[in-house]
């Protein structure tokens, strides 16, 4: 009953920018906090941003200054605006949210969407 749904992936070099979107839908009362995470090839998934209803954020350390989460609560959709790609950003990209509804509260992944740092 809930889907979300990525996109704004690809192929980008050293340096470059891309803007991620994950747009939630379905039986959705509220949406607590959302967040992106990545997985790159042998590695464990791990966080990269999370942003809560009210707006706070919090970063790995290893793109505090390059990414930028954001959320668009109408929409409810949640944004990753990356500028300063490195290499060892290459992974794939999951967005979650922390959804309420009556059906089937809890936390829900997207499909995820692949991004490639390289020249």
């Known amino acids: 009953q809930v889907q979300l749904v990525e996109s704004g992936g690809g192929l980008v070099q050293p340096g470059g920018s891309l803007r991620l979107s994950c747009a939630a839908s379905?039986?959705?009362?509220?949406?607590?906090?959302m967040g992106w995470y990545r997985q790159a090839p042998g590695k464990e998934r791990e966080l990269v941003a999370v942003?809560?209803?009210?707006?706070?954020?919090n970063y790995a350390d290893s793109v505090k200054g390059r990414f930028t989460i954001s959320r668009d609560n109408p929409k409810n959709t949640v944004y990753l605006q990356a500028v300063s790609l490195k290499p060892e950003d290459t992974a794939v990209y999951y967005c979650?949210?922390?959804?309420?509804?009556?059906?089937?509260?809890?936390?829900?992944w997207g499909q995820g969407t692949q991004v490639t740092v390289s020249s």
């Open positions: 979650n949210a922390n959804i309420f509804n009556s059906v089937a509260p809890g936390v829900y």
């Open positions: 379905g039986s959705i009362f509220r949406i607590n906090a």
């Open positions: 942003i809560t209803s009210s707006g706070s954020t």
